[in-house]
Structure formats: C-alpha cells, structure tokens
C-alpha cells in the first residue's frame, strides 16, 4: 500500500482491493467489528486488526471463533445501538447465513464487505459469485464493485445507505477474490476528516441498552405480525433505490466520480451488448473500446445495485439493443440460466419489444476469462441479432468440453 | 488502445516475486503512472514455481484478465530456466532478463531462444543481493535491470519512490533500506545484453 | 372478538418491541385448564404465593393478598403447592367445572 500527495481532499493511492477496504474501515471507524479470518478476505480483518492494535482507530475489536459468531456478534452490537461490521468471503458467508437473515430481519444497519469467492464443495479459493447470489434473497442490500477503487467508494457510500432512516437494511459490499483483493491497483482515497463528514454519526433509534426505554429484540413473531414485519422490509428495498442514488450524487459532488444503479458503457447508440458484474467489466470495457474501433456498435452494463432490483431501470437501459448477452459468474442449476440472467430477462418481459437474451455462465472457481473470450460472445450476439435466433439460452464460457 | 506494458516475473515461493510486482506497482503509481500488480492466482508455497504481474500505463487500465502476451519477463531463480512457460506468449520486440551469473549467450542457448528479436539480459542478480542486503533475495536488485531494460520510470524518479517506499516498509531496519538501494543501483548498472 | 391488528405501517420496523410492559395486554387466562380458588378468611398474608408466582398473577391491595388475576393465570398450581399447609387458603379446581357452574 502507498498514498501518495494531496489533491483536494483526496489522496493518490496505490492498494490491494483488501487494502482498499480495511483502509476505508479504518476511516470509517465503526465503534465496533466483530470478524473471522477466511482467504481471500484475510487481509482485511488482518489489516484492520493492526489499525486497532497501533492504536489508529478507536473500534472495539471482537475476535470470534467462528463467522456465526462474527455475525451474532455485529447484530449483537448493532442492536445495542452502535455502527457495528464485519468481512467475510465464500464458506463464512454460508456459515453465518442463519444470522445474515436476522440481521436484515431485525433491520440492523451493519455493514459488510464480501471478498467473492466460490463455495465448496469441492473446496476452491478463487472468485465466482456463489457466495453472494446464495444471498441475494437475505434482505440486504447488494452493492458489487469492479475494482479497489469501487470497493473503496461502494463501502463509504455503504454506511450512510444503510443507517439511512428510511431504509434501516444492511449492506454487502463486493469485490472479486484475488483477481480485485489481492491485485494492486491505483485508486484516489478521501482524507479521514472528509470521510467521518460524508458518514456523520450514527444514532440508533431503538438501541436496546437504555434503562429508561426498554427494547426488545428479536422476539417471537408469528402468523399474526410476521408478514406486515417482512411487508416493511420491502418497503426499506423500495426507499433504498432513491438513497442509493441520492447518496452516490452527495458523493459525486465530494469525490467527482459518479455512480448510480449500474454504469452504462458505450450502450447508448449500441445494437449488442453484454451484462457482466465486477472486474469482468473492465476486461469487457477493453473488449468494447477495440470492437469500437472496427466501428462495430456493441456496448456494455455493468450492475451495481443488485439488490434492490432495478427492474424497471435495467429494462430501460437495454431495451434498445437486437440481443443482450448477460455472463453469469455463478450458477442457479434451475438448467434455466444463471441468477442475473434469469432476472434481468424477467425484467424485460413488460416491453413490447424485447432484445433476444442470452446467457454465458463464467469463470467459476476462478477460471480466467480472457478478451478472446468476450470478443466471441459479441460474435454470438451479432450472430443472434442477424439471424434473429437464440441457438442456446445458456452458454458455458471457458469449460473443456 | 491505451499503450500497456506488461510484465511477468518468474521466481520460486520465498523469493519475493511477488513482493516485486507490488512494490514495483507502488513506486510506479505514486510517479503517476496507472499500474496493476497481483500475484499469479494460485496457492502459495515456498520453493515451488510462482508468477505475478504488472501491467504499467499512462492511461487507466480496466482489464482483469491474467497477463498471456509479456512484454518482459523477469526470471529470479536461473533453476526455472528449462521451463517452457518462461518463455510463454513472448513476441518480437519482448525483454526477457535472467538472474544468472552466466553470460547472455549461454542463457539464450539454454532458453532454446531463437528468436533474435527477442531481447535478452542478464544480471548476477544474487550475487549483488548477497553482498549488499547480506542474504540472496534477488527480487529488488532485478528491479534496478527492469528500469535500466524497459525505461517505464526515470531512474532518479524510480530510485526516490523505492526509497519512500522501502522507509515505510522497514522503518525499523534502516540498514534493509540501505542495502536494497545499493542492490538496485549496482543492478541498473550491472545488467548485461 | 378478537379487535383488528394494525396494519405494516402502523407497528415497528423489525419485530421490535418499544413499549416496555406491553406482556399485560397479552391475555393468557384461557391457557388455563384448573384455577386456583382464594379463602382470604385462611389466608395469613405470608407472600409465598405472590413470591413464587411465575405470571404475577397474584392480585394485591396495599399489601395484601386479596385474590387470582384470572386474566393471566395459566393454572400451572404453585401458588397451591406453595401455600402453607396451616393456612390451605388456596385450592384447584377445574376450570370447566366453574364454567359449567356459570351457565
């Protein structure tokens, strides 16, 4: 890690995506942090506990035995009133699952940067997005980045979405394993006065430690309360969507990089395009530029906010184009396609006209996906746009046949 | 296209190839120049084979993919020299530098390298860590032949952003800091085509 | 009559409970397949009933005890085992039996 020279409240920085995160942590400075160790998270709870231990934050350090723990433990705290997170990666997020549920259930504003890596069995470290899309219905809030940079940004932006009065949900943040977490990169890091501005306080409305105004959480909630409790998550999705973008405007006018529901690359005037999540995005944006060049009109979009879903603003985003290729990083084994895949396609169905839809399942278990290899999948799109034929709804990118 | 150059180091778990790709990183962004440095994404152990990369640019660069195509490769460890993935994807015009006491003729002989258009330089390397950080880590004095092969920093440039980075790293060890400046120094020097 | 629930907009987000005490709205008389029956003319004023009792269900005035909260007794029958023998001021008896009584 190396920061370099102040320009305007920012920072030059050259960081791991790890780095990047337990860095924008420290500015953070949650009152407490509960977490578990697990590749390729690893440097984050690593990075952070040093922060503490050097005496640089001020950030209770609990040191669990186990990610159910880390999460029991971030829900025991935020519950009490104080801006509580943890990290975790793959398996640690499987093996918290019981308590992620509770801690969007219990309308706990915590949040947590994921490091995506794929789920055992058989046991693999490297990234595909299994992990998170397993939890893509747990009720928090979805943000995935593409590099360190938007790692960094997506977890500030984070802490003010989710303590936002009118959404009260949790946060993920993720970022790719390895491929973002531990490959270094230049990125601009706010100074730590901006980033406590930009966040604020955080003041918990029912915090469950105070004597004269007893809480209680958690408690049995059965047929007759049970639903109208779920009825108001999805009213806290539905406010997230405005926040979401209000927040990533407040931060544009502090940062000058901009954010929304997803990034549009080269899509306005295209006629194919492809849908792909995190650093894949980057590798296509080259794909894009070069495909360009040869004057083929072919663009790209890259979605942020997964969950809540954007139906209506991703519909509006590509209903333009003849064929749309959306490149799932995971799999749903419905044998109907991966997870965006299925959900962007049902996004579409209330347009007249519709682009053909095809879907690439990729790069599972960290298989490395080239240009080459997005460069064919914009063949197949012409191909489909010309003949007016999807050949296969779902594709395999890159396995031995 | 944004110009990248890209780079692969070769070395063996322990000897700091990965470190090179990322202090290599750091020193380049802080000059101002847009950088990659990850390591190759595979389980780590000492002696075995490992790779990492960098890819350096005075433009953005978005692209995650692994490096297939080097401009330069950096060989750490002479012993990794009869594997073919050494000499993988590099096309005419690419640097290859070698850490070997031997000269330039014998390496490309033993490379089985017969394309002329590709360049090939040598640096005693290990020899030159031994005698100025005391222990044989090859990975900083290969550096100072990188720059002198490839020019992607000024030297002087190059030289004061190893020496900031290398005073946060080893605060405590000032005698580290010394020693690896001399390391580089004599290696930009030193390296042979 | 069981009165309408308010709606998803009406009570706190999260399942939260704010209003502290709120148990005593919560009837659980019905749970009860015995009751306790009161004698204040045995009873010697010695607490343990309303000591043990799990529901405080045990009706007081300035003090004294003066008889069963039947809205929250569940009949669970300690207050009994709990009063002294010398005393015997209270007894069970099945709840249908007093409701067959009442009709």
């Given at each position: 890690?190396?920061?370099?020279?102040?320009?305007?409240?920012?920072?030059?920085?050259?960081?791991?995506?790890?780095?990047?995160?337990?860095?924008?942590?420290?500015?953070?400075?949650?009152?407490?942090?509960?977490?578990?160790?697990?590749?390729?998270?690893?440097?984050?709870?690593?990075?952070?506990?040093?922060?503490?231990?050097?005496?640089?934050?001020?950030?209770?350090?609990?040191?669990?035995?186990?990610?159910?723990?880390?999460?029991?433990?971030?829900?025991?705290?935020?519950?009490?009133?104080?801006?509580?997170?943890?990290?975790?990666?793959?398996?640690?997020?499987?093996?918290?699952?019981?308590?992620?549920?509770?801690?969007?259930?219990?309308?706990?504003?915590?949040?947590?940067?994921?490091?995506?890596?794929?789920?055992?069995?058989?046991?693999?470290?490297?990234?595909?997005?299994?992990?998170?899309?397993?939890?893509?219905?747990?009720?928090?809030?979805?943000?995935?980045?593409?590099?360190?940079?938007?790692?960094?940004?997506?977890?500030?932006?984070?802490?003010?979405?989710?303590?936002?009065?009118?959404?009260?949900?949790?946060?993920?943040?993720?970022?790719?394993?390895?491929?973002?977490?531990?490959?270094?990169?230049?990125?601009?890091?706010?100074?730590?006065?901006?980033?406590?501005?930009?966040?604020?306080?955080?003041?918990?409305?029912?915090?469950?430690?105070?004597?004269?105004?007893?809480?209680?959480?958690?408690?049995?909630?059965?047929?007759?309360?049970?639903?109208?409790?779920?009825?108001?998550?999805?009213?806290?999705?539905?406010?997230?969507?405005?926040?979401?973008?209000?927040?990533?405007?407040?931060?544009?006018?502090?940062?000058?990089?901009?954010?929304?529901?997803?990034?549009?690359?080269?899509?306005?005037?295209?006629?194919?395009?492809?849908?792909?999540?995190?650093?894949?995005?980057?590798?296509?944006?080259?794909?894009?530029?070069?495909?360009?060049?040869?004057?083929?009109?072919?663009?790209?979009?890259?979605?942020?906010?997964?969950?809540?879903?954007?139906?209506?603003?991703?519909?509006?985003?590509?209903?333009?184009?003849?064929?749309?290729?959306?490149?799932?990083?995971?799999?749903?084994?419905?044998?109907?396609?991966?997870?965006?895949?299925?959900?962007?396609?049902?996004?579409?169905?209330?347009?007249?006209?519709?682009?053909?839809?095809?879907?690439?399942?990729?790069?599972?278990?960290?298989?490395?996906?080239?240009?080459?290899?997005?460069?064919?999948?914009?063949?197949?799109?012409?191909?489909?746009?010309?003949?007016?034929?999807?050949?296969?709804?779902?594709?395999?990118?890159?396995?031995?046949? | 296209?944004?110009?990248?150059?890209?780079?692969?180091?070769?070395?063996?778990?322990?000897?700091?190839?990965?470190?090179?790709?990322?202090?290599?990183?750091?020193?380049?962004?802080?000059?101002?120049?847009?950088?990659?440095?990850?390591?190759?994404?595979?389980?780590?152990?000492?002696?075995?084979?490992?790779?990492?990369?960098?890819?350096?640019?005075?433009?953005?660069?978005?692209?995650?993919?692994?490096?297939?195509?080097?401009?330069?490769?950096?060989?750490?460890?002479?012993?990794?020299?009869?594997?073919?993935?050494?000499?993988?994807?590099?096309?005419?015009?690419?640097?290859?530098?070698?850490?070997?006491?031997?000269?330039?003729?014998?390496?490309?002989?033993?490379?089985?390298?017969?394309?002329?258009?590709?360049?090939?330089?040598?640096?005693?390397?290990?020899?030159?860590?031994?005698?100025?950080?005391?222990?044989?880590?090859?990975?900083?004095?290969?550096?100072?032949?990188?720059?002198?092969?490839?020019?992607?920093?000024?030297?002087?440039?190059?030289?004061?952003?190893?020496?900031?980075?290398?005073?946060?790293?080893?605060?405590?060890?000032?005698?580290?800091?010394?020693?690896?400046?001399?390391?580089?120094?004599?290696?930009?020097?030193?390296?042979?085509? | 009559?069981?009165?309408?629930?308010?709606?998803?907009?009406?009570?706190?987000?999260?399942?939260?409970?704010?209003?502290?005490?709120?148990?005593e709205?919560?009837?659980t008389g019905?749970?009860?397949?015995?009751r306790p029956v009161f004698d204040a003319?045995k009873c010697i004023q010695c607490m343990l009933c309303w000591i043990y009792c799990p529901d405080n269900a045990i009706n007081l005035d300035e003090g004294k005890v003066i008889g069963i909260d039947y809205d929250h007794c569940k009949g669970c029958g300690i207050c009994v085992v709990e009063c002294p023998?010398?005393a015997a001021a209270l007894s069970l008896?099945?709840?249908?039996?007093?409701?067959?009584?009442?009709?």
């Amino acid at each position: 890690m190396a920061i370099a020279d102040n320009l305007r409240g920012q920072k030059r920085a050259a960081m791991t995506g790890n780095e990047a995160v337990a860095y924008g942590m420290k500015q953070i400075e949650p009152d407490v942090v509960a977490a578990y160790p697990i590749t390729p998270q690893t440097d984050i709870v690593e990075k952070f506990s040093s922060y503490v231990a050097d005496g640089e934050v001020d950030t209770e350090f609990v040191t669990v035995e186990s990610e159910h723990s880390a999460m029991s433990a971030t829900v025991g705290a935020a519950a009490a009133g104080v801006r509580a997170m943890t990290a975790t990666s793959s398996n640690g997020l499987a093996f918290m699952w019981e308590v992620v549920y509770i801690a969007s259930g219990s309308r706990l504003p915590i949040v947590m940067p994921v490091v995506n890596r794929a789920l055992s069995g058989p046991i693999n470290i490297h990234c595909d997005h299994s992990d998170t899309m397993g939890t893509r219905d747990s009720g928090w809030i979805q943000l995935y980045s593409e590099s360190a940079q938007e790692a960094y940004d997506n977890l500030i932006q984070a802490v003010r979405i989710a303590e936002h009065p009118d959404v009260r949900l949790p946060v993920m943040v993720m970022q790719d394993g390895f491929i973002t977490s531990h490959g270094m990169e230049n990125l601009n890091v706010l100074e730590d006065d901006l980033v406590k501005k930009f966040i604020g306080t955080f003041k918990s409305e029912n915090p469950l430690l105070q004597v004269n105004k007893p809480t209680t959480f958690g408690p049995l909630d059965l047929q007759d309360f049970y639903f109208e409790h779920k009825r108001q998550q999805v009213e806290g999705m539905e406010h997230a969507k405005k926040v979401i973008v209000d927040i990533a405007k407040e931060y544009e006018e502090l940062t000058g990089r901009q954010y929304s529901y997803f990034e549009s690359y080269r899509l306005d005037d295209a006629e194919v395009a492809i849908v792909v999540l995190s650093s894949t995005a980057g590798t296509t944006k080259v794909v894009v530029d070069e495909l360009r060049e040869q004057g083929l009109k072919v663009g790209l979009l890259k979605p942020r906010v997964l969950r809540p879903f954007p139906a209506e603003e991703y519909a509006d985003a590509l209903k333009h184009l003849k064929a749309v290729a959306v490149m799932d990083r995971s799999e749903t084994f419905s044998t109907n396609g991966g997870p965006v895949f299925s959900e962007l396609r049902s996004a579409m169905f209330e347009l007249e006209e519709r682009p053909l839809m095809t879907n690439y399942i990729f790069g599972l278990g960290g298989r490395d996906i080239w240009t080459k290899d997005i460069k064919g999948v914009y063949e197949d799109l012409f191909e489909i746009a010309k003949t007016g034929q999807v050949k296969n709804k779902v594709n395999y990118l890159g396995v031995r046949d | 296209m944004a110009r990248i150059t890209e780079i692969r180091w070769h070395g063996r778990g322990g000897q700091g190839a990965k470190t090179a790709a990322l202090l290599l990183a750091e020193a380049a962004a802080i000059a101002g120049k847009y950088v990659q440095g990850f390591p190759e994404y595979g389980p780590e152990r000492m002696g075995a084979p490992v790779t990492s990369f960098n890819r350096i640019s005075d433009q953005p660069i978005s692209v995650h993919s692994s490096v297939s195509k080097p401009n330069i490769v950096v060989v750490l460890d002479p012993t990794l020299l009869s594997r073919p993935d050494v000499v993988d994807g590099l096309e005419a015009g690419a640097a290859i530098i070698v850490n070997s006491e031997q000269s330039v003729e014998e390496i490309r002989v033993k490379l089985n390298l017969e394309n002329e258009d590709i360049r090939l330089y040598t640096v005693d390397a290990s020899k030159i860590a031994k005698e100025t950080i005391g222990r044989n880590i090859p990975n900083t004095p290969l550096m100072g032949a990188l720059i002198r092969v490839t020019e992607i920093l000024p030297y002087e440039e190059f030289m004061t952003q190893m020496k900031e980075q290398l005073e946060s790293k080893f605060r405590h060890k000032p005698e580290v800091i010394e020693g690896n400046l001399a390391a580089i120094e004599r290696a930009y020097r030193e390296v042979l085509d | 009559m069981s009165k309408q629930k308010p709606g998803w907009r009406d009570i706190p987000e999260g399942g939260l409970i704010i209003n502290p005490g709120s148990a005593e709205e919560y009837k659980t008389g019905d749970w009860r397949n015995k009751r306790p029956v009161f004698d204040a003319d045995k009873c010697i004023q010695c607490m343990l009933c309303w000591i043990y009792c799990p529901d405080n269900a045990i009706n007081l005035d300035e003090g004294k005890v003066i008889g069963i909260d039947y809205d929250h007794c569940k009949g669970c029958g300690i207050c009994v085992v709990e009063c002294p023998d010398r005393a015997a001021a209270l007894s069970l008896e099945d709840e249908h039996k007093k409701n067959e009584e009442t009709e």
